[in-house]
């Protein structure tokens, strides 16, 4: 059973930065993909970066420049930098089941999520 922890999360002052961690576990295969979402309250998720099978990733444009992903072979990396208040969210981490073609931001196509994790950003 495909599991992802999440850790990383906390408070920061305006221009601050975090790296929120997801820990897999369960896979037996390295083709699935991986992505990073947001919920702020009363919002709708939204999604922020995804890599698609270690191949190639995206990153939105409202984030691009400021936040960045990266992997290793169990965790993938969340890291933000000049944070301002509007990021503040609960941060999620998904993932795919092996093989599935590449589901962009569709927060449905995702098999796996970690529990999130609260990130707040003060002025």
């Known amino acids: 059973q495909v599991q992802l922890v999440e850790s990383g999360g906390g408070s920061v002052q305006a221009g601050g930065s975090l790296r929120l961690s997801c820990s897999t576990s369960?896979?037996?295969?390295?083709?699935?993909?991986w992505a990073w979402f947001r919920q702020a309250p009363g919002q709708e998720r939204k999604g922020l970066a995804f890599?698609?099978?270690?191949?190639w990733q995206y990153i939105t444009d409202s984030v691009k420049g400021r936040f960045t992903i990266s992997q290793n072979e169990t965790t993938v990396y969340l890291e933000m930098n000049d944070l301002k208040p509007e990021d503040t969210a609960m941060y999620y981490c998904?993932?795919?089941?092996?093989?599935?073609?590449?589901?962009?931001?569709?927060?449905?196509?995702?098999?796996?999520w970690g529990q999130g994790t609260q990130v707040t950003v003060s002025h």
């Open positions: 998904a993932a795919t089941r092996c093989g599935k073609p590449v589901p962009w931001f569709r927060a449905f196509e995702y098999d796996y």
């Open positions: 369960g896979y037996t295969c390295t083709n699935y993909h």
């Open positions: 890599s698609a099978a270690r191949e």
